[in-house]
Nanobody, 121 residues
Framework: QVQLVESGGGLVQPGGSLKLSCAASGSIRSISDMGWYRQAPGKERELVAGITGGGSTDYADSVKGRFTISRDNAKKTVYLQMNSLKPEDTAAYYC???????????????WGQGTQVTVSS
């Protein structure tokens, strides 16, 4: 019913930048919170940044001042601009979008398929 398509990952040198995108499509009545998570090998998935339906944002301490989350409600898309990337940012990045579909009252969280970000010289 709901599909999330991520793009923008890749290999970048330390200090470089990448911009991730996550577009939602399908039987969507409304979208509330949107966010980006990441999971490095051998580690748990962690919240990187989140943005509410009202536009309030929250960031993990490790990315504050370097990453910026934004959303385009008309395009049903959430973005993550990543600057000053460090090797420790290397991970699979996943978007999560809380969606209310037609005929369903509550919001349900949907996950993207993940996109790999590798920071290495």
């Amino acid at each position: 019913q709901v599909q999330l398509v991520e793009s923008g990952g890749g290999l970048v040198q330390p200090g470089g930048s990448l911009k991730l995108s996550c577009a939602a499509s399908g039987s969507i009545r409304s979208i509330s919170d949107m966010g980006w998570y990441r999971q490095a090998p051998g580690k748990e998935r962690e919240l990187v940044a989140g943005i509410t339906g009202g536009g309030s944002t929250d960031y993990a301490d490790s990315v504050k001042g370097r990453f910026t989350i934004s959303r385009d409600n008309a395009k049903k898309t959430v973005y993550l601009q990543m600057n000053s990337l460090k090797p420790e940012d290397t991970a699979a990045y996943y978007c999560k979008v809380d969606v209310a579909t037609w005929g369903v009252a509550r919001f349900v969280g949907y996950w993207g398929q993940g996109t790999q970000v590798t920071v290495s010289s």
